[in-house]
């Protein structure tokens, strides 16, 4: 007796639809458009119901089936995984330039650039530069080692990137490399916080690409809750939304040490 | 029949050509293309196996799909045979024909041990 016919029913469709989830994951990953996706899945599913078999028995790993279905990427994804990682760079830019503006600003002084933020923009727009390229790796181990050791393992990563921006800005505490006027500076920075995410507010609704089961059309497919909605919303605006924070946080302190 | 392993290298061969024949007895799905192959002593065809090779002879065009609502069950992916299928189906047939033709002769020909001595290089 195999061993999936020794396993609780409930079990076993418990773990096929986690392996379906991966499935779904992995065309993801591969570029697949919905409409494919929609129907790898029924059909594996359909196969499971009728065999009554393990997915990971009957289809091997996820990662590996999806590669061996062959199915043919659409053209424009790669485009919409570097725009969005672009578009939190200029966001981010915007959000550091304008954290070192608000207070020149308003006590009519220049902005002073030290080597250390200078040294810190870069090491933040390399890091979204590369992560297009690590994002399948960290889904990928997140579907395999579980969402606690993934959440402890960004944790971690996060905290070294966080010590190593201290130890910068100690290191260059006093190093100026320039100084220009606040309110330029101001103006391009609130420009490069707004654009991206009213670029992406408007481009939102053609580039959504629903996974859509087999026998309905793309129109069928369920309505986004309100609360999903206003999630995506404030992930869209978290860059305006922190450096609205940030701003009154800077005020704030300077109102204290006065 | 009782379920005999064949080595993996003769199943990849022949499974593509065996499952468009099981097709052309009429519309049919995954698991019922499955099940038959194992009553005809295939063994055990798994989904992974399966279902990438049916995408890539849907892909080539041999295949058509629809999705069905079964009897009280839940919706179906039925198969069946396009003409180019069927047309691919006839030559790769011919093709096995002569193909296993060809090795059962060459197996079968006693003459075979005795010529390869002959005509083998002797360089002693």
């Known amino acids: ?258 | 029949m009782s379920a005999k392993q064949w080595p993996s290298d003769w199943m990849r061969a022949a499974l593509g050509l065996c499952v468009l024949r099981t097709l052309a007895a009429g519309p049919t799905y995954g698991y019922a293309i499955a099940a038959a192959l194992e009553e005809n002593g295939f063994g055990t065809i798994k989904g992974g196996t399966l279902y990438p090779l049916l995408a890539r002879c849907e892909a080539a065009g041999w295949i058509a799909v629809q999705w069905r609502v079964g009897a009280g069950g839940p919706e179906r992916k039925y198969l069946s045979l396009t003409t180019a299928g069927r047309d691919e189906l006839a030559t790769q047939t011919a093709n096995w024909r002569d193909f296993t033709g060809m090795v059962l002769a060459h197996l079968d020909n006693t003459s075979t041990g005795s010529t390869a001595l002959t005509t083998g290089t002797d360089k002693s």
């Open chain 1, 1 to 258: 007796m195999t061993t999936s016919k020794i396993r609780d029913a409930h079990d076993r469709d418990t773990e096929n639809e986690k392996w379906l989830e991966g499935l779904t994951i992995e065309l993801r990953l591969l570029d697949v458009n919905g409409t494919r996706i929609g129907d790898a899945v029924a059909t594996a599913r359909e196969f499971l119901a009728d065999s009554g078999a393990l997915a990971e028995e009957s289809f091997g790993s996820a990662r590996h089936y999806a590669a061996e279905l062959g199915l043919p990427a659409t053209a424009d994804a790669a485009k919409g995984v570097w725009g969005a990682a672009l578009r939190s760079g200029l966001g981010l830019v915007g959000l550091m330039a304008l954290g070192q503006t608000v207070l020149p600003l308003t006590h009519q002084t220049d902005v002073t650039v030290g080597f250390g933020v200078l040294l810190i923009t870069v090491l933040v727009l390399a890091i979204i530069a590369f992560l297009p390229r690590l994002l399948p790796t960290i889904i990928e181990r997140t579907l395999s080692h579980g969402k606690v050791r993934a959440f402890v393992e960004a944790a971690a990563g996060g905290m070294a990137v966080t010590l190593v921006f201290v130890l910068i800005s100690l290191w260059s505490a006093d190093r100026i490399v320039f100084s220009v006027p606040a309110l330029p500076v101001f103006i391009v920075a609130v420009v490069l916080l707004i654009a991206p995410p009213l670029w992406a507010q408007f481009q939102h609704s053609d580039q959504v690409d629903p996974i859509v089961p087999p026998g309905s059309s793309s129109a069928d497919t369920p309505r986004i809750s309100i609360g999903i909605r206003l999630f995506l919303i404030a992930t869209n605006w978290i860059l305006v939304i922190s450096s609205v924070i940030l701003c009154a946080f800077v005020l704030f302190m300077d109102t204290l040490a006065r």
